[in-house]
């Protein structure tokens, strides 16, 4: 256990639930950026945010776009390489969000995976401390075989049980809808990952878009049927 951990541990669970959800966001406002730095890069924080039961990784990766206020560009303790850092770790908490979802356990080997050829201190750091906290067996790439962060892909996301046959993004680029085999059309969130809302058809949903006016979705299923459906009505 690490000394946040241990901190958080010795308080009540009303505090550690503030302490959370609210220090990312109290060091940003008040612009001590370099405890900001250190606070998300710290392995420790990273975990015990992922693992609180009313957080999770979403919530974690909100963190991260605090830097982006454009009244913290001129100020003194902004530094782009450490920003750069911080972006490369909210790059691979989104690439492993629909595992972290599943497994928080799995936290230390995705970065491991994704991150280790990095040579930036603060990321060699938190992946060092990443190695320590694990106490029981688990399997520590040795090389970077997981997708790193930066590149094409950004996100995947889960909640089909079946193979996706058909992909359209809103007119805003703020929503995405898939249909599949599973008989489902779903639209999700690209900020969060989250399903926003689920249409189930009698069969599969091979084909959809979005129409010109932004709100109304038009789908095909394979049995012949077309679906217009409202944005704001799927449920």
């Not at 599943?102 to 201190?121: E, I, N, S, V, Y």
């Not at 046959?165 to 249909?179: L, M, N, P, R």
Request: charged share 25%; with cysteine; net charge neutral.
């Amino acid at each position: 256990m690490g000394k946040v951990a241990e901190k958080l541990a010795a308080k009540s669970p009303a505090f550690q639930r503030a302490r959370l959800k609210s220090l990312p966001y109290s060091l940003a406002q008040s612009k001590q950026l370099e405890k900001y730095y250190q606070t998300l890069t710290d392995f420790d924080f990273i975990a015990a945010k992922i693992n609180h039961s009313e957080f999770g990784v979403q919530p974690l990766i909100d963190d991260y776009d605090l830097i982006d206020d454009p009244e913290l560009f001129n100020h003194p303790e902004y530094n782009q390489e450490k920003v750069k850092a911080l972006k490369l770790i909210q790059g691979a908490l989104l690439l492993s969000a629909h595992i972290l979802q599943q497994d928080t356990k799995q936290l230390a080997g995705q970065l491991w995976g994704r991150m280790q050829h990095f040579a930036m201190p603060e990321i060699q750091a938190m992946l060092e401390v990443a190695k320590q906290r694990k106490v029981s067996p688990w399997l520590r790439p040795l090389t970077p075989s997981l997708t790193p962060p930066g590149g094409r892909l950004l996100r995947t996301f889960k909640g089909h049980s079946d193979s996706v046959e058909a992909v359209a993004v809103t007119t805003d680029g703020k929503k995405v809808i898939s249909g599949s085999y599973d008989n489902t059309l779903k639209l999700w969130s690209l900020e969060t990952g989250e399903i926003i809302a689920t249409f189930t058809g009698e069969s599969s949903l091979r084909c959809c878009a979005v129409a010109p006016d932004g709100v109304t979705i038009v789908a095909g299923e394979e049995s012949g049927r077309v679906h217009f459906l409202r944005l704001e009505g799927m449920a």
